[in-house]
């Protein structure tokens, strides 16, 4: 008798030999990723109660120290602190009892303005688990679930966490990379910023260009009155505003630039967004679309990097493109090609990437 077993036709493999080393090695990085899973929790918790600021001000310190500048309890703290410093987010020193938050993770953990601010991550992504029920619905039935159907966490973390990205490129690197930009909003250009979100990337524009007019443009309207009130804040809102319209209807003509950051890849329809935005642009306007960091082909993205953003694809993108007219679900990792594509399909004629981070891919386009 051979290794296969054969009964009249049909043939059936043997099973595979499971090696118990190689078994227990996946076991043992499932056991730290649920550690990780639950590590999304703590992060967001010491953001929102300050442990993590406390402890860059303070130094080393015992778990009762934190909770009483913190004015929490001391039992939490402990626990917490026993959790970050078994993760390596911050360092125990067992001869004082005393914890300690190193100066880079200070920086990562408390520095909201620093590229490498990571508690806004944490809140999107717990945000995004949190509804994971509804996405198991969607999955089984096809549906989707918007944008608009995510609680705050989901809507607040996603500009905590591109932000800081933004605030040190956008000005800096991004628009320069664009032909002739520039040159145009500092004599005077008309900017629209589709799928603005709260507004961040719009007031950084308008902060750096005191002669240009910008508006944003989201279908969320809890977002558009949180812009609102930050232009205000931010002491642009002479020349901001801010307005309720999807990427396919938001009005006007003549753009100088038109404006689509990490968002393309959520619309429904974003075909017809590309052919509204052409539509939108002066002859000679410039479309910026910045998306997330993804190569062509899946082998490209099987990267920590793309894990995330695959993680997030599926439970908060692709439903969110879904739960719109056409429901295109080109994905988080949708990559240039298919960017390509799309504005291709929607009559741009002129494509071409310009500037990369290790979040975000920054692409031109021309009617």
Not at 147 to 170: M, T
Not at 184 to 212: F, N, W
Not at 331 to 351: E, M, N, S, Y
Request: hydrophobic residues 40%.
């Amino acid at each position: 008798m051979t290794d296969t077993q054969t009964t009249g036709a049909a043939t059936t493999e043997p099973a595979p030999q499971v090696d118990p080393d190689t078994l227990m090695a996946f076991v043992f990085r499932a056991v730290e990723e649920a550690g990780a899973t639950l590590n999304a929790a703590l992060v967001v918790m010491g953001d929102k109660l300050g442990y993590y600021r406390d402890l860059a001000a303070h130094g080393p310190s015992t778990p009762a120290d934190l909770a009483e500048r913190t004015g929490t309890a001391e039992p939490y703290a402990r626990e917490w602190l026993n959790a970050q410093a078994a993760g390596a987010y911050v360092t125990y020193d067992p001869a004082s009892g005393r914890y300690t938050l190193p100066p880079e993770q200070a920086v990562a953990l408390t520095v909201e303005d620093s590229p490498a601010f990571l508690p806004g991550l944490f809140q999107l992504a717990l945000g995004t688990v949190h509804d994971t029920e509804h996405i198991l619905e969607a999955a089984r039935s096809g549906a989707g679930f918007g944008w608009h159907e995510h609680g705050p966490d989901v809507h607040v973390g996603c500009e905590r966490f591109f932000r800081p990205g933004y605030h040190a490129n956008l000005v800096e690197a991004w628009l320069p990379a664009l032909d002739g930009t520039v040159d145009k909003l500092r004599q005077g250009a008309v900017v629209a910023d589709v799928g603005c979100g709260h507004g961040s990337s719009t007031i950084l524009m308008a902060e750096a260009y005191p002669e240009s007019t910008f508006v944003g443009y989201d279908y969320h309207d809890a977002s558009i009155r949180t812009a609102r009130e930050r232009a205000d804040a931010a002491g642009v809102g002479d020349r901001v505003r801010f307005e309720v319209a999807s990427a396919q209807t938001f009005p006007g003509t003549g753009f100088d630039l038109v404006t689509m950051f990490d968002a393309l890849h959520d619309m429904g329809d974003p075909v017809g967004a590309a052919r509204h935005v052409r539509d939108a642009l002066a002859d000679d306007g410039t479309w910026m679309i910045v998306e997330p960091m993804a190569g062509d082909r899946v082998e490209d993205n099987l990267n920590p990097v793309g894990r995330t953003y695959y993680g997030f694809s599926t439970l908060l993108c692709t439903p969110t493109s879904l739960a719109q007219d056409v429901g295109l679900a080109l994905g988080t990792q949708a990559g240039p090609a298919r960017i390509r594509d799309v504005l291709t399909a929607g009559g741009l004629t002129r494509f071409r990437e310009v500037a990369q981070t290790p979040f975000n891919l920054v692409f031109e386009a021309k009617r």
